[in-house]
């Protein structure tokens, strides 16, 4: 049973202070969230809100949150030849071909430099620029996608991306994931071996079209 937004309001008091954490985790866990529910649950699941906020509290972190992305962002804009080194303009270029090919059978990423992906685009390489340690490692346009689209908002999707990070940079910064693809094999094999032998014979045992699969079972 999904967790609607008139569910998913019950857990708040008349000021939006969040009553019971834990069961609003648990809840989440084990009930799928509605797609009218995401944009209020990721933020708070994602760790972005404080837990004992109100929700004017939220409304102005919301603000100064945005004022502090529209900061970073136009900083690069502003002076992007400037400000990258052949390490960050080789990011850049890596996401720019990876934003290209990223989600473009949705609606909201399906035409060429449309909205959705120029945000994608700017979300990405602001986040380069603001975590330089991780910069960008192929497979975050995929994680970041789904966010964008849910919150449908440039700068929360930034901040809940960065919140999102530290679950996610051991296995970002993995870059060799042939024991996760040979595990994948392994288990298609013991369980479907018509289906394990059909896929060796079109791909010569190559499984990289599960990528995808792995890097975005998060969501």
């Excluded at 954490?21 to 989440?28: A, D, P, V």
């Excluded at 303009?89 to 909201?108: A, G, L, W």
């Excluded at 960008?136 to 929360?156: F, H, K, R, W």
Aim: charged letters at 25%; aromatic letters at 12%.
């Amino acid at each position: 049973m999904e967790l609607h937004l008139n569910a998913w309001q019950t857990y708040f008091d008349n000021e939006g202070h969040l009553i019971d954490e834990y069961k609003l985790r648990k809840t989440s866990f084990h009930h799928s969230i509605s797609s009218d529910t995401r944009k209020e649950a990721w933020p708070f699941l994602l760790g972005l809100w404080e837990r004992d906020s109100s929700e004017v509290q939220r409304h102005h972190s919301a603000d100064l949150l945005s004022q502090q992305y529209v900061s970073l962002r136009n900083g690069w804009i502003n002076a992007e030849a400037q400000l990258f080194d052949e390490e960050m303009k080789q990011s850049i270029k890596t996401i720019d071909k990876d934003v290209r090919r990223t989600e473009r059978n949705h609606p909201f990423y399906a035409e060429e430099g449309c909205p959705g992906l120029r945000m994608l685009r700017r979300v990405l390489i602001t986040l380069s620029v603001y975590d330089q340690e991780l910069a960008y490692v192929q497979g975050m346009n995929e994680l970041c996608a789904p966010i964008l689209l849910t919150l449908q908002d440039e700068s929360l999707t930034f901040w809940c991306f960065v919140k999102l990070l530290p679950m996610l940079r051991s296995r970002l910064l993995t870059l060799d994931i042939s024991p996760q693809l040979s595990a994948t094999a392994d288990l298609v094999q013991y369980f479907d071996l018509e289906l394990y032998q059909h896929v060796e014979k079109l791909t010569a045992g190559h499984w990289l079209f599960c990528f995808r699969f792995h890097n975005t079972h998060i969501f």
